[in-house]
T-cell receptor, first 114, second 113 residues
Framework: DAGVTQSPTHLIKTRGQQVTLRCSPK?????VSWYQQALGQGPQFIFQ???????QRGNFPDRFSGHQFPNYSSELNVNALLLGDSALYLC?????????????FGPGTRLLVL | LAKTTQPISMDSYEGQEVNITCSHN???????ITWYQQFPSQGPRFIIQ???TKVTNEVASLFIPADRKSSTLSLPRVSLSDTAVYYC??????????????FGAGTRLAVHP
């Protein structure tokens, strides 16, 4: 049973560019959440997708957008990249319907903005 | 979601039992307590979750007193591979709703030979 997978593992971009990160949830999961983790800090919630819609969002600008596909996989898009967007981007999946909606994380995508 | 406070760092030696205490004074009635472990450049790994009293799995135990204002993660006989950051989170997990995890800075555990 595959866990949460993310691609790519590493990415280097320059300021002003756009980036798309991808996530496939754990088998049986239908909800995907995205987190940004700067070096030395805990992950920060970006947004969550369920039934192909964004149902909750953290304190991130509109440059951060996402999408969820019918197969529950998800993309995170970041436009007009800034140096401060350099971070580990984590995807977590869960199943909506369990009382204890435990989130399981993928390995992350390391983004470096130069 | 309730704010949590935990020690910034801890040191231990192989074979010892490690207890990491987390304070969550404003925990709400519906909040669960969840602990994650994270190694450098990897995603957090779910360790254990509980609501009250004691929960035990193959990896750790979680002790929650009656007032639920704190909780203690217990790692029995740690090894070098347990060196990681441990996060304590509290939040509502309910069907049909949502749960965004709010991470603090975590506790950096260093296990020495």
């Amino acid at each position: 049973d595959a866990g949460v997978t993310q691609s790519p593992t590493h990415l280097i971009k320059t300021r002003g560019q756009q980036v798309t990160l991808r996530c496939s949830p754990k088998s049986g999961h239908d909800t995907v959440s995205w987190y940004q983790q700067a070096l030395g800090q805990g992950p920060q919630f970006i947004f969550q997708y369920y039934e192909e819609e964004e149902r909750q969002r953290g304190n991130f600008p509109d440059r951060f957008s996402g999408h969820q596909f019918p197969n529950y996989s998800s993309e995170l898009n970041v436009n007009a990249l800034l140096l401060g967007d350099s971070a580990l981007y984590l995807c977590a999946s869960s199943f909506n319907g369990e009382y204890q909606e435990t989130q399981y994380f993928g390995p992350g995508t390391r983004l470096l903005v130069l | 979601l309730a704010k949590t406070t935990q020690p910034i760092s801890m040191d231990s030696y192989e074979g010892q039992e490690v207890n990491i205490t987390c304070s969550h004074n404003n925990i709400a009635t519906n909040d669960y307590i969840t602990w994650y472990q994270q190694f450098p450049s990897q995603g957090p790994r779910f360790i254990i979750q509980g609501y009250k009293t004691k929960v035990t799995n193959e990896v750790a135990s979680l002790f929650i007193p009656a007032d639920r204002k704190s909780s203690t993660l217990s790692l029995p006989r740690v090894s070098l591979s347990d060196t990681a950051v441990y996060y304590c989170l509290v939040g509502v997990m309910f069907s049909g709703g949502y749960n965004k995890l709010i991470f603090g800075a975590g506790t950096r555990l260093a296990v020495h030979p």
